[in-house]
């Protein structure tokens, strides 16, 4: 494993950072994975980080008035768009404790996995005529990042458990997504269920339990059925819009919306927009559909792995 080597010295030992919360005093740790989280709902995080002021200085050779920052940048792995969360000036001495409150990631701006970036920066350029000193402003003096998977869809997508023996579908199955009609312009709320086959053995022990071990697989799967379908049956419909607007007169979520969500959160390149990024996945899909479901399963991250 490679090592990096800093152009200047860096602090040993000198910073503390707490985990992040979703709450400043009686928030839960930030868990590295937020399954009810759908792009409509903005992230409140907090964390302290506990600062020896006096010691980071002398072990990186800086003088006893320069200033320093703490700064606070996330992104998405959907579009690798940075976005400053918080930054503060640090310009006392001895130990300070720096408190980030109510940080706030907005929803409509993430997707995929969230990296949030902690950074400790000369905030001024200095002048010093020691070796191995930082002296430009922005040189980073200490950093830790942490990542979260957000669930694009699970926060969307209402479901139901029922028997498939009594409703009339395919007994031994595990789930069907039920979309009402092809207007992609009618709410979402109200055009899709997910109903769960409670005669399926796997199914209901899933529900029945947290801690049922094949639960994860088993909802990952239907994470990749939902966009493959969704998207699937987009990009096989002449009228669908790409041009159409993702509200409707009620501003909720329209199922237009939802697919272009979807295409946004786990299957456009970072750089491209959904409309570009329908019309290639259209493309692949028409020409080699085995493609198309890999393509899926790379963009929610499929399969996952579970922590033991």
């Known amino acids: 494993m490679g090592v990096h080597a800093w152009p200047y010295r860096r602090p040993l030992n000198r910073i ?26 903005d992230l409140s995080l907090a964390r302290v980080v506990h600062l020896d002021l006096d010691g980071i200085r002398k072990d990186c050779g800086l003088p006893e008035d320069a200033l320093l920052r703490l700064s606070v940048r ?10 400053v969360g918080f930054t503060s000036s640090v310009s006392l001495h001895g130990q300070q404790n720096v408190t980030v409150i109510d940080m706030i990631a907005t929803g409509a701006d993430l997707g995929g996995f969230l990296t949030i970036e902690t950074t400790l920066d000369l905030a001024d350029d200095i002048s010093s005529d020691e070796p191995f000193v930082a002296h430009r402003a922005g040189s980073i003096l200490w950093s830790d990042q942490v990542k979260v998977h957000l669930e694009g869809a ?26 009402d009609g ?42 990749v059925d939902i966009v493959t379908d969704l998207v699937g049956r987009a990009l096989d419909d002449e009228s669908f819009d790409d041009d159409s607007d993702d509200s409707d007169q009620d501003g909720d979520l329209t199922m237009a919306g939802l697919v272009k969500s979807l295409v946004r959160t786990y299957l456009a390149f970072p750089t491209e927009s959904p409309k570009d990024a329908m019309r290639r996945l259209r493309d692949e899909r028409r020409g080699d559909p085995s493609r198309f479901r890999a393509q899926v399963q790379k963009g929610v991250g499929f399969p996952r792995e579970v922590a033991r």
Not at 18 to 39: N, V
């Open 74 to 83: 996330y992104w998405p792995s959907t579009s690798r768009i940075r976005h």
């Open 16 to 41: 503390n950072a707490e985990p992040w919360r979703t709450d400043e005093t009686t928030g839960s740790p930030l868990p590295s994975a937020l399954p009810s989280w759908d792009y409509t709902t």
């Open 154 to 179: 699970a926060g969307l997508l209402p479901t139901a458990p029922v028997s498939f023996a009594e409703a009339g579908l395919p007994q031994g199955a595990a789930w069907y997504v039920s979309m």
């Open 182 to 223: 092809s207007d992609w312009l009618q709410a979402a709320m109200g055009s899709l269920l997910i109903l769960l086959n409670t005669d399926n053995a796997a199914v209901r022990r899933a529900l029945a339990s947290e801690n049922e071990e094949s639960a994860p697989l088993l909802w990952d799967t239907l994470g």
